[in-house]
């Protein structure tokens, strides 16, 4: 298979896409068919299409196409579509399409006349699509597709409640053609991503079946030279990785969905659009206060087949609000410049300052740095015996003493 799309101007997208199966080529599901017999030598051999979509403005996108068909077993044939889509007031989007299909294919062995009511014959279908957006992130559609074989009519919900769950819900009337009985079929589903992975859980019920059950879990595993790193969507044919330190469950945001870091401090980030900015950055909203990052947003552009390594440069720390007191036990006063000195040495850079009480809010803490005061007679002194008590929830800080001698 192939595909070009052509942006030829604001207004204007031109596509075109082909494939071609050999004559044993078999999907997944049509592996497991129960008609696996009679479709052997049948079906479609190659398809190739052309398509073109205009951007009318307020008006909404007008869409249409031409598509190819030949067959193992079949006479060639086309299928012509033409689409429209617009979005309405508070955002209410509608989709209305039709097409036509000239084929006269033969799915079944006709040397089997029982399997007959397999064929595909000529014909028409249509649809109308209706997407209402209503409060707390979720979505109603409704929607009538009419075929020469049956009507259906349907409507349903689904909600993205966070980043980790999603659930669907789905109700149709299907009235066939011919007067047979009409029927109705049920569905849901419940999506759940834990991270470094999706599990999709469902179930559906039609009265002409029965009931059935499935269950997906799907991720991917992505290793560079920078680390190995999970997630929870396929890795594109662009991709690439984040270094967060030492932190790990770090949430970084990416234009597939958000993604987590994993031991040894790599995020995989399975899915870049080339030629196009995309945006790698960190979800503060969720990071533990803990939690430094010197760089958390990175604007990309990448080349298709990129591999890109990014490090943000995080760090785990500790957050302290100190009342301190000087060698005599009396209280800091206030005013006094606050430095700190980073492992390895240096004159110290200035962070902040002491406030009334005595109290120093120190923003970060790394093993090997140390904090000194600049004191008013010139002199300096070390903060030292620190004592603190762990952080609560909702507090930012971690409350204690230290000595300055």
């Excluded at 508070?90 to 000239?102: A, D, P, Y």
């Excluded at 000194?372 to 971690?398: H, I, S, W």
């Amino acid at each position: 298979s192939a595909s070009l799309a052509w942006l030829a101007s604001d207004t204007l997208a031109l596509g075109a896409s082909g494939n071609l199966r050999t004559r044993g080529f078999r999907s997944l599901q049509e592996s497991a068919s129960l008609y696996q017999g009679p479709i052997l030598g049948t079906g479609t051999r190659s398809q190739m299409g052309v398509t073109a979509s205009w951007n009318l403005g307020s008006l909404g996108a007008l869409s249409g196409g031409v598509t190819r068909q030949n067959y193992f077993n079949g006479d060639p044939g086309y299928v012509y579509s033409l689409a429209w889509g617009f979005t309405t007031w508070r955002r209410i989007s509608v989709q209305v399409g039709v097409s036509h299909n000239t084929s006269r294919n033969y799915l079944a062995d006709p040397l089997q006349p029982a399997l007959g009511s397999l064929n595909q014959r000529t014909g028409n279908f249509a649809y109308v699509n209706v997407n209402i957006p209503l409060d707390w992130g979720v979505t109603s559609t409704s929607y009538a597709r009419r075929s020469n074989n049956e009507t259906r009519y349907g409507t349903g919900v689904d909600q993205r409640v966070n980043d980790m769950l999603s659930y669907r819900l789905n109700a149709e009337r299907v009235s066939p053609a011919g007067g047979a009985a009409t029927r109705t079929e049920t569905s849901g589903s419940v999506t759940v991503v834990p991270r470094y992975t999706s599990l999709t859980l469902g179930v559906s019920d039609r009265q002409s079946a029965g009931s059935s059950y499935y269950g997906e879990l799907s991720g991917s595993v992505l290793g560079t030279s920078e680390g190995v790193g999970m997630s929870p969507h396929q890795v594109g044919d662009t991709f690439g990785g984040v270094k967060t330190g030492d932190v790990v469950g770090l949430r970084v945001d990416t234009p597939q969905g958000p993604v987590w870091s994993g031991p040894g401090g790599f995020a995989a980030v399975p899915y870049l659009p080339a030629y196009q900015e995309s945006r790698l950055e960190t979800s503060f909203k969720t990071t533990d206060v803990d939690v430094d990052v010197d760089s958390p947003l990175h604007v990309l552009r990448t080349g298709r087949g990129a591999v890109v390594n990014v490090d943000m440069g995080a760090r785990q720390v500790r957050r302290l609000l100190l009342t301190t007191v000087d060698a005599q036990g009396q209280l800091l006063p206030s005013g006094l410049p606050v430095l700190r000195t980073v492992k390895g040495g240096g004159d110290g850079e200035y962070f902040s300052a002491t406030a009334q009480g005595g109290r120093i809010l120190v923003n970060r803490v790394v093993d090997g740095d140390a904090f000194y005061v600049e004191l008013a007679n010139g002199k300096r002194c070390t903060l030292q015996d620190m004592q603190t008590q762990p952080r609560t929830d909702g507090q930012l800080f971690e409350s204690g003493t230290a000595v300055c001698k």
